[in-house]
């Protein structure tokens, strides 16, 4: 008997099981920049791994959050094209907006019969976020990286989402897009958990009897075997 269901934040909660990194690149192409995938990719983690530790995060929102990672790779590879950075912020922020939007009312109707969580590899200030685009009252517990001291996959951080929430792990059932580190942690954590494999073509289950969602949407059909 599931008690819990617990959701990734970026690549599931904000798009239909594509990573950040995936979601930037061609609206950064969109926008002029030339820079190939390999540099690219390497300046967004770059910039993704120091962020905290290069500004302030505490108290800014989705869009500002989002303007300082732009900042730091357009620094790396397009030096003085305010346009370009100002032009990917304003994609993705609103590709996200419009994602959470869709979202909201599945999660409204999921909290009427599950306690709600997030477990996210993320900058600090997630729950800040949440807060600001009128999400945060939806979840029991935020269970954000940097703040829990504990990354995916690594089992403790969601440990720690079961244990906020009073459940035991099998009691909880974790929905993410990342094989590596959700479905990976939540299985090392002794926990039911649903891939959001989006339109990655053909994928299979990462386990028996593991559910594969193309859209979170899906869940509506899936979570009454855990009801």
């Not at 100002?86 to 979202?103: K, T």
């Amino acid at each position: 008997m599931i008690r819990a269901v617990l959701f990734d934040y970026g690549g599931t909660l904000d798009s239909d099981g594509i990573p950040w990194i995936d979601r930037f690149y061609p609206i950064y192409r969109q926008a002029g920049l030339r820079a190939s995938w390999e540099d690219f990719r390497k300046a967004f983690f770059d910039a993704d791994d120091h962020l905290p530790e290069r500004f302030q995060l505490e108290g800014l929102d989705l869009e500002q959050t989002i303007a300082r990672q732009v900042a730091c790779v357009a620094e790396r590879l397009a030096p003085g094209e305010n346009d370009l950075s100002q032009a990917v912020v304003r994609r993705f922020v609103d590709s996200s907006r419009e994602q959470l939007s869709r979202n909201r009312p599945l999660l409204e109707s999921l909290r009427r019969r599950f306690l709600l969580g997030i477990v996210s590899n993320f900058y600090g200030n997630l729950e800040g976020i949440l807060e600001a685009e009128g999400l945060r009252p939806l979840f029991g517990v935020v269970a954000d990286s940097a703040r829990v001291g504990s990354m995916k996959p690594d089992k403790e951080i969601f440990l720690h989402a079961a244990r906020s929430l009073g459940v035991r792990p099998e009691e909880a059932l974790m929905v993410g897009d990342s094989l590596n580190r959700d479905m990976r942690g939540a299985e090392a954590a002794g926990m039911p958990h649903a891939w959001l494999a989006g339109e990655r073509p053909a994928p299979e289950p990462c386990c028996p009897g593991t559910p594969v969602l193309r859209t979170l949407l899906d869940m509506e059909a899936h979570i009454p075997q855990y009801s």
